[in-house]
């Protein structure tokens, strides 16, 4: 069983451009969360969905970030514009909504750097 | 005030050894779930064990197993007979809510460097 994907592995872009994570969820896992952790500090948490609901979005750093999870399947986050502050490593992570959904299963991490 | 504390930014052990790595968390939550994850130079984070606050045992996967202690609000991961291929940064997470429910939201600590000398 394939676990959870992310893409790219790392990406370096200037400051004021774009960039879009992609991350594949493990098959059959109705939740999937985004995090993040910037150098320095601990991994936080961003947002999370169920099927293609935002279910919380408190972490979200503000408005230049921007999740998507359009048919409940594979989930997008876009920085635009990007800022030297948002280099970092971003880990995407799936569960099961029940039984054995207490396991939380993270990715590799797109590593983001920012210049 | 932190959630979860790590107090230990690195820990050396000795091939062969067992080694605890340190976490305390603060919730008032009665319903709640620790976890560790252990991540690797190469990046992955790498679950290796969960603790649920109703779980009666402490919970052991192979050679993990981890010292719950609820009153005292510890969560330490033990690692025996400790392997090279066991250095890593070993982090320790909390979930509050109920496991049925919908808050799946991982709170976690700094993080503790283990490095597993031959």
């Known amino acids: 069983e394939a676990g959870v994907t992310q893409f790219p592995s790392h990406s370096v872009i200037e400051k004021g451009q774009t960039v879009t994570l992609r991350c594949d969820p493990i098959s059959g896992h109705d939740n999937l969360y985004w995090y993040r952790r910037v150098m320095g500090k601990e991994i936080k948490f961003l947002l999370h969905?169920?099927?293609?609901?935002?279910?919380?979005e408190s972490g979200m750093p503000n408005n230049r970030f921007l999740a998507e999870r359009t048919g409940g399947t594979y989930s997008t986050l876009k920085v635009q514009p990007a800022e030297l502050e948002d280099s970092g490593v971003y880990f995407c992570?799936?569960?099961?909504?029940?039984?054995?959904?207490?396991?939380?299963?993270f990715g590799e991490g797109s590593w983001l750097t920012v210049v | 005030a932190q959630k979860i504390t790590q107090t230990q930014p690195g820990m050396f052990v000795q091939e062969k050894e067992a080694v605890t790595l340190d976490c305390t968390y603060d919730?008032?939550?009665?319903?709640?779930?620790l976890f560790w994850y252990k991540q690797p130079s190469s990046g992955e984070m790498i679950f290796l064990i969960y603790q649920g606050s109703y779980d009666q045992q402490n919970a052991t996967e192979g050679r993990y197993s981890l010292n719950f202690q609820k009153a005292r609000k510890s969560a330490n991961l033990v690692i025996s007979a400790s392997q090279l291929g066991d250095s890593a940064m070993y982090f320790c997470a909390m979930r509050e809510g109920y496991s049925g429910g919908s808050n799946y939201k991982l709170t976690f600590g700094k993080g503790t460097l283990l490095t597993v000398n031959p």
């Open positions: 969905f169920v099927k293609e609901s935002k279910q919380d």
């Open positions: 992570a799936s569960s099961q909504r029940q039984g054995s959904g207490n396991t939380i299963y």
């Open positions: 919730t008032s939550d009665p319903s709640y779930g």
